[in-house]
C-alpha cells in the first residue's frame, strides 16, 4: 500500500472505495465458471453485458491467451458460442484445459492480420504482452519488458477463415492483439458489415512500434460504420490514457 494514503485520508477513502468496487464486481461472478478471475481479466464484463442485451450470442475472441476472456464470456452468456484465434502455443494449451467440457467453443491457433501469411511473434517476459509488432523502448520502459525469443506463427485473415471454415457470423469481435488490431480489422471487411460490435484494447501511447492507437482505429471503425458507445471499467478520469477497453457499436444497428 502507498505511504501516502496514511497522510491524506481522502486518497485512502478513494482506494478503499475501489477494492470495495473490485470485490462486488467479482461477486457476480461467483458460482460461475469465471469466478476465480481477478479484477485484473473482468475490465469488460459491462461491456460484454451491454453486447449480451443487445442479442449477442456468438462471440469471436481474437488474442484469446490462455481463455480468461472466454470463460467470462461463458458465465455472463451460458448460452454463447465462442470462436478463438491465439498463435502462442504455451498459451494454447491453457485455453484448452480452461475450457474443457465446454461446447461451441472452438480454438483456432493461429494469429489473425490482413492476408494469409507467417510472421515473428515478439515473445516477451510477461507473455501476454506478446505481439507481431516490436516492443517499443516506452512499452518495455513502462511495463518492465523484454523480448526473449522470437518465433514464426501462422497468420490468416478472418474473412478467409470464416467462409473457409463455415463459422457461424459474429455478434461481437474482441480484439487484445496488442497493437495490431488495425490489421485485424482491414482482414475482416466483409465479416465486419455483418458484425453489431467490436470490444477492443485501445491504446493511447505506442507500446510497439507501428502499433495502432485509438485515433485511427476509432476512425477505421467509425468509416466501417462503428461508433463509441462504451469504455471499460478502467477507464480513468481526469489523468492520461495508456490503455483501456472500448465497445464499438453498429451505427445504424437500433434501425436492423
Known amino acids: 500500500m502507498r505511504k501516502e494514503l496514511f497522510y491524506k485520508p481522502h486518497l485512502l477513502l478513494a482506494r478503499l472505495a475501489e477494492i470495495a468496487e473490485q470485490r462486488a464486481r467479482l461477486r457476480r461472478l461467483r458460482g460461475t465458471c469465471a469466478q476465480n478471475l481477478t479484477h485484473y481479466h473482468?475490465?469488460?464484463l459491462e461491456l460484454i453485458e451491454i453486447a449480451a442485451q443487445a442479442g449477442a450470442k456468438v462471440f469471436y475472441d481474437v488474442g484469446?491467451?490462455?481463455?480468461?476472456?472466454?470463460l467470462l464470456c461463458?458465465?455472463?452468456v451460458p448460452e454463447s458460442t465462442i470462436v478463438a484465434f491465439e498463435p502462442l502455443a504455451a498459451h494454447c494449451e491453457k485455453f484448452h484445459a480452461a475450457m474443457s467440457g465446454f461446447d461451441h467453443v472452438r480454438?483456432?491457433?493461429?494469429a489473425l492480420g490482413e492476408r494469409d501469411e507467417s510472421r515473428p511473434l515478439h515473445v516477451t517476459s510477461f507473455s501476454d504482452a506478446s505481439s507481431l509488432l516490436p516492443l517499443s523502448a516506452a512499452g518495455a520502459d513502462l511495463f518492465s519488458l523484454k523480448t526473449i525469443e522470437s518465433v514464426r506463427v501462422p497468420v490468416d485473415s478472418l474473412d478467409h477463415v470464416l467462409s473457409a471454415e463455415s463459422l457461424p457470423q459474429p455478434d461481437l469481435i474482441k480484439?487484445?492483439?496488442?497493437?495490431?488490431?488495425l490489421a485485424v480489422l482491414k482482414g475482416a471487411s466483409a465479416?465486419?458489415?455483418?458484425?453489431?460490435?467490436?470490444?477492443?484494447?485501445a491504446s493511447f501511447r505506442t507500446f510497439y512500434n507501428g502499433q495502432v492507437l485509438f485515433s485511427e482505429l476509432a476512425?477505421?471503425?467509425?468509416?466501417?460504420?462503428?461508433?463509441?458507445?462504451?469504455?471499460?471499467?478502467?477507464?480513468?478520469?481526469g489523468?492520461?490514457?495508456?490503455?483501456?477497453?472500448?465497445?464499438?457499436?453498429?451505427?445504424?444497428?437500433?434501425?436492423?
Open 107 to 110: 480454438l483456432f491457433e493461429i
Open 74 to 76: 461463458r458465465a455472463l
Open 191 to 201: 465479416v465486419l458489415e455483418r458484425t453489431e460490435w467490436v470490444l477492443a484494447e
Open 175 to 181: 480484439l487484445d492483439v496488442q497493437g495490431f488490431e
Open 64 to 70: 484469446a491467451n490462455v481463455g480468461s476472456w472466454a
Open 219 to 237: 476512425g477505421f471503425l467509425g468509416r466501417s460504420g462503428f461508433e463509441v458507445h462504451a469504455f471499460g471499467h478502467s477507464m480513468r478520469i
Open 42 to 44: 473482468v475490465d469488460s
Open 239 to 256: 489523468r492520461p490514457l495508456d490503455q483501456v477497453d472500448v465497445l464499438f457499436g453498429r451505427i445504424d444497428r437500433d434501425r436492423r
